[in-house]
């Protein structure tokens, strides 16, 4: 009889236990239920901005060649002006040919330089290049042994001299391209002859071997130096 009593006992509160248990089960169920789901946050959607064409590198993406013109100082002392035409490789860099004249003169001493030369140009920034290239400087020089000063009493003397040589030239700058307008300057560059192709030299009037001989050696340092570029500023059109 303990026995069954026991074991009365023992399924009355397991049956209970189940009952308890299921009760809290469907409480909880009932509790998920009626919590209201958490509503995901939505991902954000940014609008894609469009490729802005403000800026020189995004603007010469497209561009296939570009015609220029514009004016320079050679060797701080020559004005003068200049032309340039190219073909762009990429939005980064192009091949240019480049024509520039420079003149001066002062008490009967004039002086002109012209360049053509072929470069390659290098974009390292949105607007900022370096270029280099090679190619022919013309310099020649006149000189009025008297200057401004006539006489009757003095005869008139003067000399022209000429020098063609092969050139290196390297240089920076920047350029601003807006749509097609294209505005540009090459700061600072610098050539140095490499060889000299031809010599000219003439005289008029009398002169002494010897003034022949100083005046030929004075050119020939003056033809022989490294030349200057500065503010080669420059405006055209890129398509």
């Not at 009398?206 to 570029?229: C, Y």
Request: proline content about 2%; overall charge positive.
């Amino acid at each position: 009889m303990r026995i069954l009593t026991l074991l009365a006992s023992l399924i009355f509160f397991s049956t209970q236990g189940f009952a308890a248990g299921d009760a809290s089960g469907q409480g909880n169920v009932s509790q998920h239920k009626n919590v209201p789901a958490v509503a995901q946050p939505k991902r954000a959607q940014m609008d894609e901005t469009p490729k802005s064409h403000s800026r020189s590198r995004d603007n010469r993406a497209d561009k296939t060649f570009i015609v220029a013109g514009g004016v320079q100082l050679i060797n701080f002392l020559h004005f003068g002006t200049g032309l340039k035409g190219g073909i762009y490789l990429d939005e980064d860099s192009l091949l240019e040919l480049n024509y520039a004249t420079g003149t001066f003169g002062f008490l009967g001493a004039d002086s002109k330089y012209t360049f053509v030369t072929a470069d390659f140009q290098h974009f390292v920034g949105n607007s900022f290049y370096l270029f280099a290239g090679a190619g022919i400087r013309d310099y020649e020089e006149k000189n009025d042994s008297f200057g401004f000063i006539k006489s009757s009493s003095l005869p008139d003397r003067k000399t022209t001299f000429s020098r063609r040589s092969s050139v290196a030239e390297l240089g920076l700058g920047n350029r601003w391209q807006f749509d097609t307008l294209t505005l540009g300057c090459d700061w600072i560059s610098y050539s140095v002859p490499l060889a000299t192709m031809s010599s000219k030299s003439k005289y008029e009037g009398e002169f002494t071997d010897s003034e022949k001989t100083r005046k030929q050696s004075d050119f020939n340092t003056h033809s022989r130096r490294g030349t200057f570029t500065a503010v080669r500023f420059y405006l055209g059109v890129s398509l």
